[in-house]
């Protein structure tokens, strides 16, 4: 198996960090790796009453694109992650979550960081006091009916892994969240 000699870290925000591990193979070689380390995250997929979806459309720096995506944030230390979904869902679109139910977790990318993805599916309750975005999230809400959603899935137009699985997820499964 593998070893780790060392590890170092040359990157910390209260999100993330990255790390560097030197590594020993079962061969005997020595390799760097490097590793982004996440608190993880929570999404969800809200449905209305009418069974659109409530998505939101954002602004992606890695990409320098708008990305259409689930509602999500990241999961503080120590949060229960169906926390951090409600929380998310009224801050980013003004919805409340009702009948919120655990769906999945998953590591979004096993080999390059330890972040693991809790999706939730919720019926999704309007809330006049809401949204309620941080100073550096500037989104759109988009209601889109779940059949629509999941054609622009397979014709590439949403292509965040989470909102993806999300989406696949919730259309497989009977439509009777309270």
Known sequence: ???TLERSYLYRNPWCAFRVDEVELPSGAEIEYGVL???GFAAVVPLTDEDAVVLVRQWRQ???SFTLELPSGGVDGGEDPEEAAR????EETGFRAAGLEHLVSVHTSTGRTTEVCHLFR????RDPGGP???PTEFIRVVE?????????????AITDAA????????????????
């Open 1 to 3: 198996s593998w070893r």
């Open 37 to 39: 380390e996440s608190g």
């Open 62 to 64: 890695p990409l320098e």
């Open 87 to 90: 929380r998310e869902l009224f």
């Open 122 to 125: 919720c019926r999704a309750v």
């Open 132 to 134: 309620r975005p941080e």
């Open 144 to 156: 889109l009916p779940l059949e629509e959603a999941l054609e622009k899935v397979s014709s590439g």
């Open 163 to 178: 909102t993806v699985l999300g989406l696949l997820w919730a259309g497989r499964l009977p439509v009777d969240v309270p």
